[in-house]
T-cell receptor, first 109, second 113 residues
Framework: LAKTTQPISMDSYEGQEVNITCSHNNIATNDYITWYQQFPSQGPRFIIQGYKTKVTNEVASLFIPADRKSSTLSLPRVSLSDTAVYYCLVDPGGFKTIFGAGTRLFVKA | EAGVAQSPRYKIIEKRQSVAFWCNPISGHATLYWYQQILGQGPKLLIQFQNNGVVDDSQLPKDRFSAERLKGVDSTLKIQPAKLEDSAVYLC???????????FGEGSRLTVL
């Protein structure tokens, strides 16, 4: 089971780019990396998934170095509504997936 | 496209009583998951279904928890008898196939008194 380590919390200001790094030293060869966002009183919401290098969608980018022992979620120009908990997962789905405590991002005006 | 539907949203019961939660996944999603999320923690997987078969239930407290997925669509999670430590949000999620992105419902918040 690949364990992930993320910062417990981060603060940012509106309009800034936020980078949240996740370490996963024992990631397996065929494991994907997935990030979820969770607001209070809601279920987690899928943000982005990747295997290597860089993946970008309309809300975020995911950077994965060649050794795949870490990954960075990049949120461009955050707003107050991006205040949430962000979870990094390795091998999404099933009993191998472990949600850690996540990173609590607080965006200030 | 309709999301994952769960009910009830809130439930308060006394310890030793029973409770059932219902989930309707996204149409066409073969994989269904039940997670338990205790306040301040990340979700913890209880059971995973592939169609109507159980893929993994190793973290389900089988002495009090049970789950079924009839006809490979809707699913029900039951707790009997409930304990104080069962107070949590029970999240249902579905995915097209295993290891694909999961889509979660809003959850059912259980308070055991």
């Amino acid at each position: 089971l690949a364990k992930t380590t993320q910062p417990i919390s981060m603060d940012s200001y509106e309009g800034q780019e936020v980078n949240i790094t996740c370490s996963h030293n024992n990631i397996a060869t065929n494991d994907y990396i997935t990030w979820y966002q969770q607001f209070p009183s809601q279920g987690p919401r899928f943000i982005i998934q990747g295997y290597k290098t860089k993946v970008t969608n309309e809300v975020a980018s995911l950077f994965i170095p060649a050794d795949r022992k870490s990954s960075t979620l990049s949120l461009p120009r955050v707003s107050l509504s991006d205040t949430a908990v962000y979870y990094c997962l390795v091998d999404p789905g099933g009993f191998k997936t472990i949600f850690g405590a996540g990173t609590r991002l607080f965006v200030k005006a | 496209e309709a999301g994952v539907a769960q009910s009830p949203r809130y439930k308060i019961i006394e310890k030793r009583q029973s409770v059932a939660f219902w989930c309707n996944p996204i149409s066409g999603h073969a994989t269904l998951y039940w997670y338990q999320q205790i306040l301040g923690q990340g979700p913890k997987l209880l059971i995973q279904f592939q169609n109507n078969g159980v893929v993994d239930d190793s973290q389900l407290p089988k002495d009090r928890f049970s789950a079924e997925r009839l006809k490979g669509v809707d699913s029900t999670l039951k707790i009997q008898p409930a304990k104080l430590e069962d107070s949590a949000v029970y999240l249902c999620a579905s995915s097209l196939v295993d290891r694909a992105a999961m889509f979660f419902g809003e959850g059912s918040r259980l308070t055991v008194l």
